[in-house]
Structures are given as C-alpha cells and as structure tokens.
C-alpha cells in the first residue's frame, strides 16, 4: 500500500496549485481519502475529505470556496486544487487514506499517508 503525493511547489498570492496523490496496492474508491497539511511548528490540520460512499465533499472553513477535492478512479488518484492561494495556506501537503468509506476530520482514523509534497505562497 502506497500513496504518492506530488505538485507542490512555489505560487504567488492569488495563484493556484492543483495536488496529485497516486494510491498504489489497493483500490482508493473504497476508502475515504483526505488532505492535510503541516505548517512550520503547527499540528497537522485536516483540510479536505471525499467519502467514497456517496462522494460528498467536505473542507475545512479555512480552504472552503476555494479548495477542491475530487478523484479519478481510473487512475486510482485523488486530486487537490487549489485557488486564490494565501501565505497562510504554505505547508506541506499530505494525502492519506481513511481506515472507513466515510469522511473524518481526525488524523487518527487514517492509516495510510503520502510523503508530503511542499506549497509555498509567497511573493
């Protein structure tokens, strides 16, 4: 089992950012799949989830109207997009997958996490 985050990088304020996150060793449409994020000498905030039991979507208030999360299951992905990127959105990104088919705002119920790829907003 392998989740394999990618597209971060550095944005301007404003900008957009769009997050892969590529499940290998088992079928991603079964479980729940969420983002998080980690700034510099923060917790680990939950951001996004996509239930795999209906496909609701659900964000945190801080991303809400302009983060989106979908997937693509034929290529076992889940995906990121982010627009009108703030300063306050730079850390770095990690993917995971739910333990159950519902979504959870707990880091505790996901078992399986990507590496983490890096966003920066700055200018």
């Known amino acids: 089992v392998q989740l394999q985050a990618s597209g971060g990088g550095l944005v301007q304020p404003g900008g957009s950012l769009r997050l892969s996150c590529a499940a290998s060793g088992f079928t991603l449409d079964l479980y729940a799949k969420g983002w998080f994020r980690q700034a510099p000498g923060k917790e680990r905030e939950w951001v996004s989830c996509?239930?795999?039991?209906?496909?609701?979507?659900y964000y945190a208030d801080s991303v809400k109207g302009r983060f989106t999360i979908s997937r693509d299951n034929a290529k076992n992905t889940v995906y990121l997009q982010m627009n009108s990127l703030k300063p306050e959105d730079t850390a770095v990104y990690y993917c995971?997958?739910?333990?159950?088919?519902?979504?959870?705002?707990?880091?505790?119920?996901?078992?399986?996490w990507g590496q983490g790829t890096q966003v920066t907003v700055s200018s």
């Open positions: 996509l239930s795999s039991s209906d496909g609701s979507t």
């Open positions: 995971a997958r739910n333990t159950y088919y519902y979504c959870s705002g707990s880091r505790y119920e996901y078992d399986y």
